[in-house]
């Protein structure tokens, strides 16, 4: 924390750590000095035995916090020891803090890696906070008028009682209109996400955020360096992976048996000299697609040693406090919780897994980027007849009860900045559609559902020169993939003290994607057209051609049956009604719906989820940590 009146409790810094010894058991540190404390939980994987944080250069006027990998640092390294710095140890994250001292805050544009960290400059009287390119590792901030307090998770801030537990209710209404909280906010007013791609800097009291990177599309490469493109992105994984594989500790990779992550396993081999492990989990359910063979086949391929799970109903619902109590920002994820499941199993051979996280957002792998992209090329064919054309369809898909027709009829007489919200989201879903009835009177006015559409809107804008496929390839990189999947990876893994790497969220790797013409993401039919023709010598073609599933969860199913009841004493307890954000009658309507048709599985696993939300961290139950009485502190980043 920073605290102008130098008021920082060793006892509450210690407290703050502990909160978050699941990120690391291995070790703790501790500095205080002045107007700043720094607390760290340490999970040991580059240098073991050196790399004790928090750490100082040679005189000990700047040191850091750091949670993450930085790849390049042995390059760095090279170049910092040629430049007169001297290292006592032979961690990445002394690195940084000489590449500090070189660079000052602009020391993140020289970083390739994964990180939050912090760093106190005692010369300067300055804090730098910053958070890599895409969001992989988070950083929470706390701002108060006499005091900046930061850290990993949310619940570190929590246990210092000048925190308050204050509800947003307009962060609810975001939180419901896409599944998730894209932005800055969260539901406690006043803690903030840092953005990716975002540093903040305090001194004298004050602080000030600033951008330092943004992806950019509107660099598309000359038509004569298209030649060779499949080579090209070859050469790049395997460099990427290469890197993402340092580590003195044993290294797994996480297997759903798609395209992603069976490439990663394929770039992983011949990378160590220890035996690769891969871990998968799958259901024997006639719901979902069942990725337990597809794996087995990637793996006897590839030769790793093969782990596997499948998950019970029963541990589903088990697990769900705790699901909320790690993934501190409401999320519906169900996938998160294989995902927890899986590292669980893995997190007993290995403290590193390697993840295919983020091919999708890089190279339009989902089928929405094709489908909205044919969308737009056909109302711009039309021009004016689209709206009347979108009734047409409309009316015929209701007739026919056919669920596409249904969902893209009424997006023929909209554009794509009204109905883009994410991949995840649509105006047309049942909270953006019917919040007037659903939501109480009180509760609607205090919320602005064009406040909750913002943060899209924003980057929108941003991108307002680039094509409707790039629009909505930077929207899912700002919004979707930090607030929604890189949140499940971070969250659900260091739980089980288990560092999840993704080397397709490399920057480079994004940067490359992103100057790409369309047509090597897009082609026709075909989607993540590129990425798929490179990998077409490496991965199965039972596995190239098949859609994507990635841990699928058969939980509409489970909601609707084995957990009904269970969600009946939640939705419809005391607490949560006299909460007064629902109208009884509507969640009633959503709930005998959903067991009739499973039509509402996303809304009845969004409402549990706010309302184990606020038993969790608002009423203190379950695993929640209890807040100690006094004292200020800081937060360790890692």
């Not at 010369?123 to 006499?146: F, M, N, Q």
């Not at 949140?487 to 739980?495: C, F, V």
Request: aromatic fraction near 12%; charge should be neutral.
């Amino acid at each position: 924390m920073f605290d102008k009146e130098g008021r920082v409790s060793p006892n509450l810094l210690k407290t703050m750590a502990d909160a978050i010894r699941h990120r690391g058991p291995d070790d703790e540190g501790f500095y205080v000095s002045g107007p700043v404390g720094l607390g760290f939980r340490r999970l040991s994987i580059i240098d073991l035995s050196g790399g004790h944080q928090p750490l100082s250069n040679e005189d000990n006027t700047v040191w850091i916090i750091f949670n993450g990998e930085i790849y390049n640092y042995q390059e760095l390294r090279v170049e910092l020891l040629a430049k007169g710095h001297a290292f006592r140890t032979k961690s990445d994250t002394e690195v940084i803090v000489h590449l500090y001292e070189e660079y000052g805050a602009d020391c993140v544009l020289r970083l390739r890696g994964m990180f939050a960290f912090a760093i106190w400059d005692s010369l300067k009287k300055t804090l730098l906070l910053a958070r890599d390119r895409v969001g992989i590792k988070p950083l929470y901030y706390y701002h108060h008028k006499d005091f900046l307090s930061f850290g990993s998770e949310v619940k570190a801030l929590l246990v210092d009682p000048e925190v308050k537990r204050v509800v947003d209710p307009a962060t609810i209404d975001r939180f419901l209109s896409f599944y998730y909280v894209p932005g800055e906010n969260t539901l406690l007013r006043d803690i903030y996400k840092l953005q990716p791609g975002h540093y903040l800097v305090a001194k004298d009291g004050r602080f000030e955020v600033r951008c330092y990177w943004d992806l950019d599309f509107s660099r598309v490469m000359d038509a004569t360096k298209k030649d060779g493109l499949d080579r090209q992105l070859l050469d790049l994984l395997e460099e990427t992976t290469k890197l993402h594989m340092i580590s003195d500790v044993p290294i797994g990779v996480l297997l759903s048996g798609g395209v992603d992550s069976v490439a990663m396993l394929s770039f992983a081999v011949g990378k160590t000299d220890k035996s690769i492990s891969s871990y998968t989990i799958g259901f024997s359910s006639n719901n979902v697609v069942d990725e337990r063979p597809f794996a087995r086949l990637a793996a006897e391929k590839f030769g790793s040693k093969h782990h596997e799970i499948s998950l019970s109903p029963i541990e589903f619902r088990d697990f769900l406090p705790s699901y909320v109590w790690y993934m501190e920002d409401p999320i519906c994820e169900p996938p998160a919780i294989a995902l927890y499941y899986v590292s669980k199993l893995a997190s007993q051979d290995v403290k590193v897994l390697i993840s295919g996280e983020g091919g999708d957002e890089a190279f339009a792998g989902y089928p929405n980027y094709r489908n909205f992209l044919m969308l737009e090329n056909l109302k711009s064919i039309l021009g004016p007849l689209s709206g009347h054309l979108g009734i047409i369809i409309s009316a015929v898909g209701r007739a026919l009860s056919s669920p596409l027709l249904k969902k893209y009829g009424p997006l023929m007489g909209m554009d794509l900045e009204s109905y883009y919200y994410s991949r995840s989201s649509t105006p047309l879903h049942f909270f953006n559609r019917e919040f007037v009835k659903f939501y109480t009177k009180d509760f609607a006015r205090s919320i602005s559902k064009e406040g909750s559409q913002s943060v899209i809107h924003e980057c929108m804008k941003k991108g307002s020169e680039y094509g409707a496929l790039e629009k909505m390839l930077y929207v899912d990189t700002k919004t979707w993939l930090p607030d929604d999947l890189l949140i499940k990876a971070d969250k659900m893994t260091m739980a089980n003290s288990v560092e999840l790497r993704v080397p397709f969220l490399d920057h480079k790797v994004l940067e490359f994607a992103a100057s790409l013409p369309r047509n090597q993401k897009v082609r026709g039919w075909k989607t993540k057209y590129l990425a798929k023709k490179a990998l077409r010598n490496r991965v199965p073609k039972e596995i190239l051609g098949r859609p994507k599933a990635g841990f699928p969860v058969p939980y509409e199913s489970w909601l609707r049956k084995d957990l009904r009841n269970w969600l009946r004493d939640i939705l419809f307890d005391r607490r949560t009604l006299d909460r007064g954000y629902f109208e009884k009658s509507c969640l009633e309507f959503i709930f005998s719906e959903n067991l009739r048709s499973g039509e509402y599985s996303k809304e009845i696993f969004s409402l549990a989820v706010l309302e184990l939300w606020h038993r969790e961290f608002l009423e203190g139950e379950g695993i929640a940590p209890t807040p100690i009485p006094s004292g200020r502190g800081p937060i360790a980043v890692g």
